[in-house]
Nanobody, 124 residues
C-alpha cells in the first residue's frame, strides 16, 4: 500500500510560482512512475505531468509545457511539481498519483494510488 500526501498548494497571483510536493509512505516510490493530475471546478480531471520511475523520462500536457517541471527524489520518497508563470486557468485541485508500472503515462487508469489533493488558486 502507498499513501500519498500533497502539500504547498495555495493562492498566488498570475505570473507567480508554486512548488507542489507529494510525499509517499508505505511502499517506496522508486518502483513506480509518478504523475500529477488536476481538476478544476465543473470540469473533467486532466493530466498535467508524469515522470518515469528513474526520472529519465517526463511528459507534460501541452497547456503546461514550458511552464511546469516534474521531478522526483526517490531517496526522499517525494515528487515535485514546479509551476512557473501561473495563469488563472491553472486554478484547480492538484493530485499526485503512483502508477502501476515504471513507465510514465497520461491515462489516469494507469495509476493505482492517489493523494487527497491540494488546492492551487491563481488570481488575475
Amino acid at each position: 500500500q502507498v499513501q500519498l500526501v500533497e502539500s504547498w498548494g495555495g493562492l498566488v497571483q498570475a505570473g507567480g510560482s508554486l512548488r507542489l510536493s507529494c510525499a509517499a509512505s508505505g511502499r517506496t516510490l522508486s518502483s513506480g512512475a509518478m504523475g500529477w493530475f488536476r481538476q478544476a471546478p465543473g470540469k473533467e480531471g486532466e493530466f498535467v505531468a508524469a515522470i518515469s520511475w528513474r526520472g529519465g523520462n517526463t511528459y507534460y500536457a501541452d497547456s503546461v509545457k514550458g511552464r511546469f517541471t516534474i521531478s522526483r527524489d526517490n531517496a526522499k520518497n517525494t515528487v515535485y511539481l514546479q509551476m512557473n508563470s501561473l495563469k488563472p486557468e491553472d486554478t484547480a485541485v492538484y493530485y499526485c498519483a503512483r502508477s502501476r508500472t515504471v513507465v510514465a503515462g497520461t491515462d489516469p487508469d494507469e495509476y493505482a494510488y492517489w493523494g487527497q489533493g491540494t488546492q492551487v488558486t491563481v488570481s488575475s
